[in-house]
């Protein structure tokens, strides 16, 4: 979309650098041009990630219903106009902003569910705290944007269920695989299914969230992982 800012009526910057060396007197005028240049094409991407970055808490806290692209570009500070420069729809900025927030969730899954000098039921436990942090954090109000979104748009929108089933079918996975370590290990029963075991830990997992958002408390988080340690992930 730039390339009509490299060419005007004057020719190419190419060009217009050549004639520069040649005649000293118009670098100035020719510098600013390049800064002016430099400075708008540099914008646009800051701009597009700003709008990312607030979109991330603005879908989280008002869901996708309940955000505008008024309110998503007011509580990023843009110009409304920023938002179709960037992105060609709702949806397709609800796309970008699931995968910003699965970005952050694979961030923590790297350090804990992931991290393979723990033995299993560990990393799990680990898991479960570094996310249960972050919701404290949040008074208890907004759960798993993943989950929120899950219950809100798959029956307005075939583009973004399609991609939650790949979001959920990526989590489910980096479950089983620590199950699988934990079951080779003894460290996790080995009658259940790993894939089963992680299917069923995800959705349960969002359940609890899902109630501790109605209830503004830590209590079913707490209840989720009593039964889910005592239970499912045990020796």
Known sequence: ?????????????????ARARETPHSA???????????LYVMARPSLRE???????????????????VRE??????????????HFRSKKAFAVTILDRYH????????????????????RLHAYFDAITEWL???????GCLVGNMSLEVPEH???????????????????????????KAGEIRSDLDADDMAAFILASWEGAMMRMKVDRS??????????????????
């Open 136 to 142: 404290e954090m949040a008074g208890w109000r907004y």
């Open 72 to 85: 998503i570009t007011g509580d990023a500070g843009v110009p409304q106009g920023c938002f179709t420069n």
């Open 28 to 38: 100035k005028p020719l510098a600013n041009e390049y800064v002016q240049l430099y």
């Open 103 to 122: 970005e952050l969730t694979q961030a923590i899954m790297d350090e804990t569910l992931r991290d393979e000098s723990r033995p299993a039921a560990e």
């Open 50 to 68: 700003k709008i990312i970055e607030s979109g991330v808490r603005t879908l989280h806290e008002r869901g996708f219903a309940g955000a505008g």
């Open 157 to 183: 929108s075939e583009l973004l269920r399609t991609h939650l089933i790949e979001i959920c079918g990526a989590l489910t996975s980096s479950f089983a695989e620590a199950i699988r370590a934990g079951q």
């Open 218 to 235: 830590p209590r079913p988080i707490e209840q989720f992982r009593r039964v889910l340690f005592a239970t499912v992930v045990s020796p």
């Open 1 to 17: 979309m730039f390339l009509g800012l490299l060419e005007t009526s004057r020719g190419p910057l190419w060009a217009r650098r």
